[in-house]
């Protein structure tokens, strides 16, 4: 594919569940960056990754919040124990540039919503 | 702390219309600013500025930057219904972070 790309575009989950969002970034983009958008406000930078290392995670809102990218490409954001709070539009983008905040394609999102 | 804020938070013009929407930022280690569509999906990149007083366009849609005064304004002139997006500010900063504004909500009517 041409784009970044997530899954799954949408998911529900009971409060307390845990859930888990894949980012399959652009081919050869090193820089890899999570954002949490709430309804009606901006993307808010959750973490950054430069390959597989995570390079910066102080947007994470709680110890709830955990992402990874093992071999540098895929990336997953796991939501433990989940909190109505948690309900947003999920956001990966991808940069081949290392840093490149300003320089990111974004993938459509992944919709959570917790009951 | 920084920050972007964009005015107004929503808009409702008629097509044909041009409109004008505003950004402001306080951010240290500031390195660019950049503007995006988002329609129901992922947000699209418009323009990326960094010098003050250089206009970017890409047809009817036209962007300036002042550094002095920390905003920036993105013009879209004789709107059309596709138009009709939110539209975010955002800036990038020397150690690589990114901060959005809350967007402009832009409703054209037809």
């Known amino acids: 594919g041409a784009g970044v790309s997530q899954s799954p575009r949408y998911k529900v989950a009971k409060r307390g569940q845990d859930v888990a969002l894949r980012c399959d970034p652009i081919?050869?983009?090193?820089?890899l960056f999570w954002y949490q958008q709430a309804l009606g406000q901006g993307p808010e930078f959750l973490t950054y990754f430069q390959n597989e290392a995570q390079l910066d995670k102080s947007g994470l809102p709680s110890d709830r919040f955990f992402a990874e990218r093992p071999e540098g490409s895929v990336s997953t954001l796991k939501i433990q124990r989940t909190q109505q709070e948690d309900s947003a539009v999920y956001l990966c983008?991808?940069?081949?540039?290392?840093?490149?905040?300003?320089?990111?394609?974004f993938g459509p999102g992944t919709r959570l919503t917790v009951l | 702390e920084d920050k972007v804020v964009q005015s107004p938070l929503s808009l409702v013009v008629h097509e044909g219309d041009t409109v004008t929407l505003n950004c402001s930022y306080e951010?240290?280690?500031?390195?660019?600013l950049l503007w995006y569509k988002q329609e129901k999906k992922a947000p699209t990149f418009l323009f990326m500025l960094?010098?003050?007083?250089i206009e970017k366009k890409s047809g009817r849609l036209s962007s300036i930057l002042d550094k002095k005064e920390l905003f920036s304004i993105l013009n879209i002139t004789a709107t059309q219904t596709g138009d009709s997006a939110i539209y975010l500010c955002a800036v990038g900063t020397r150690d690589d972070k990114i901060i959005f504004g809350k967007g402009t909500r832009l409703h054209i009517l037809p």
């Open positions: 951010v240290t280690n500031f390195r660019s």
């Open positions: 983008a991808s940069s081949f540039y290392l840093g490149g905040a300003d320089t990111q394609y």
């Open positions: 081919s050869g983009h090193v820089s």
């Open positions: 960094t010098s003050s007083g």
